[in-house]
């Protein structure tokens, strides 16, 4: 009923920018949050950005001062700027979402199927 569709990545040299987009469809009645993850070649997926619907972002350690989490509302679109780009940022990047999709719903989680992200050194 919700579908992510990531777009935006691929390959950058150290000390690039790419701007990640995450195109939301379907029925969606009430969003609770977002966020960016990111799982990189034999690591664990983790949590990169964090943008609660009514609260501040949050962001990894790693990333803080270079990963900005964003929202358009019009586009239906959620948004990963990247700047100053490492290699150990490479990373599949993943959009995730925890939405209502009617009022007598309970809240679940949408994941997209991820973009390739690869920061060459």
């Known amino acids: 009923q919700v579908q992510l569709v990531e777009s935006g990545g691929g390959l950058v040299q150290v000390g690039g920018t790419l701007r990640l987009s995450c195109a939301t469809s379907?029925?969606?009645?009430?969003?609770?949050?977002m966020a960016w993850y990111r799982q990189g070649p034999g690591k664990q997926r983790e949590l990169v950005a964090l943008l609660p619907s009514g609260g501040s972002t949050d962001y990894a350690d790693s990333v803080k001062g270079r990963f900005t989490i964003s929202r358009d509302n019009a586009k239906n679109t959620i948004y990963l700027q990247m700047n100053s780009l490492k290699p150990e940022d490479t990373a599949v990047y993943l959009c995730?979402?925890?939405?209502?999709?009617?009022?007598?719903?309970?809240?679940?989680?949408?994941w997209g199927q991820g973009t390739q992200v690869t920061v060459s050194s």
């Open positions: 379907g029925s969606i009645f009430s969003i609770y949050t």
């Open positions: 995730y979402v925890y939405v209502k999709t009617g009022f007598t719903d309970a809240p679940r989680s949408y």
